[in-house]
Nanobody, 115 residues
Framework: QVQLVESGGGLVQAGGSLRLSCAAS????????MGWYRQVPGKQRELVAT???????NYADSVKGRFTISRDNAKNTVDLQMNSLKPEDTGVYYC?????????WGQGTQVTVSS
């Protein structure tokens, strides 16, 4: 079992920046993929970015060039640097660790971007 604790959400004006952090505890396997997803009311949770242990990354098209995901394998943390934020980036952001056992989710942190 993996426990995830997120921090760093908040309210920011369009064009601003936020940094989300997630600390994982428990058994983190080398094959695990860490990532961030977001959800708005009435819509499905969607992928924002993922990163493997070897730091291979994958981004949603809507955030490419604006968001950067990073991972510290020694500390079992994953961060999401979000720049040039847009109102459509508003949502609850969830940290995720995916391994052969399935998905583990954090409690979510609210990000609100005002226009």
């Amino acid at each position: 079992q993996v426990q995830l604790v997120e921090s760093g959400g908040g309210l920011v004006q369009a064009g601003g920046s936020l940094r989300l952090s997630c600390a994982a505890s428990g058994t983190i396997f080398g094959s695990s993929v860490m990532g961030w997803y977001r959800q708005v009311p009435g819509k499905q949770r969607e992928l924002v970015a993922t990163i493997t242990r070897s730091h291979s990354t994958n981004y949603a098209d809507s955030v490419k060039g604006r968001f950067t995901i990073s991972r510290d394998n020694a500390k079992n943390t994953v961060d999401l640097q979000m720049n040039s934020l847009k109102p459509e980036d508003t949502g609850v952001y969830y940290c995720n660790v995916k391994d052969f056992r399935g998905d583990n989710w954090g409690q979510g942190t609210q990000v609100t971007v005002s226009s």
